[in-house]
């Protein structure tokens, strides 16, 4: 079965993931760093490394681009951007 673990390398998916994968389970687990991701590959896990978020001024969630987000990400930060600006204003 393919098991997804939001926070794989947190302190419970730390112990978890390797028990799934033992019984023989297919898992794909979230990270916030891109550095621990090399521990999920190390426990046969394909890592996920999620684009960050912040909060902008007016309170708004506004998505940053992740390295190698490439030019749709950046166009879609660009816009968020800007819609948080003319709400501001």
Same mark, same amino acid.
Do not use: C, Y
């Given at each position: 079965?393919?098991?997804?673990?939001?926070?794989?390398? =947190?302190?419970? =998916?730390?112990?978890?993931?390797?028990? *799934?994968?033992?019984?023989? #389970?297919?898992?794909?687990?979230?990270?916030?760093?891109?550095?621990?991701? +090399?521990? *999920?590959?190390?426990? +046969?896990?394909?890592?996920?490394?999620?684009? /960050?978020?912040?909060?902008?001024? $007016?309170?708004? /969630? $506004? $998505?940053?681009?992740?390295?190698? =987000?490439?030019?749709?990400? +950046?166009?879609?930060?660009?816009?968020?951007?800007? #819609? $948080?600006? %003319? +709400? %501001?204003?």
């Amino acid at each position: 079965m393919k098991v997804f673990v939001a926070g794989a390398t =947190g302190a419970l =998916g730390r112990r978890l993931v390797p028990v *799934l994968i033992e019984r023989g #389970h297919e898992v794909v687990g979230t990270t916030r760093t891109p550095g621990k991701a +090399d521990a *999920l590959r190390a426990a +046969d896990a394909r890592p996920v490394v999620p684009m /960050p978020w912040t909060v902008t001024p $007016s309170g708004r /969630p $506004s $998505s940053r681009p992740s390295p190698g =987000g490439g030019r749709r990400a +950046d166009k879609q930060n660009s816009e968020q951007e800007r #819609h $948080s600006k %003319e +709400d %501001e204003g």
